[in-house]
């Protein structure tokens, strides 16, 4: 079992950024694939960055330039650095992590991130 623990959540004024941590642990075998995403009130989970154990990097068109996903994997942490923040931004963000063999998938309980205008 893997347990992903999410912080850095919180209020802040548009233009401002926030650091997400989101960390691993229990036991499982190796973390592969890790992401973040976010669900807005009333609006469906949608994927906002990912990255693989290569530090290979996606990210949703709304969020290119302005976040960083990044990933320790001795620790197995991922952080998404948010920048530039918009109103638009506003959902509560939650760690999703692929491991095992056979791969399955974990969430971690959301953070909320607020942006004011």
């Known amino acids: 079992q893997v347990q992903l623990v999410e912080s850095g959540g919180g209020l802040v004024q548009a233009g401002g950024s926030l650091r997400l941590s989101c960390a691993a642990s229990?036991?499982?075998?190796?973390?592969?694939?890790m992401s973040w995403h976010r669900q807005a009130p009333g609006k469906q989970r949608e994927l906002v960055a990912g990255?693989?154990?290569?530090?290979?990097?996606d990210y949703a068109d709304s969020v290119l330039g302005r976040f960083t996903i990044s990933r320790d994997n001795a620790e197995n942490t991922v952080y998404l650095q948010m920048n530039s923040l918009e109103p638009e931004d506003t959902a509560v963000y939650f760690c999703?992590?692929?491991?095992?063999?056979?791969?399955?998938?974990?969430w971690g309980q959301g953070t909320q991130v607020t942006v004011s205008s």
């Open positions: 229990g036991s499982f075998l190796r973390i592969s694939a």
């Open positions: 999703y992590a692929e491991h095992g063999v056979p791969t399955i998938g974990s």
């Open positions: 990255i693989t154990s290569r530090g290979e990097t």
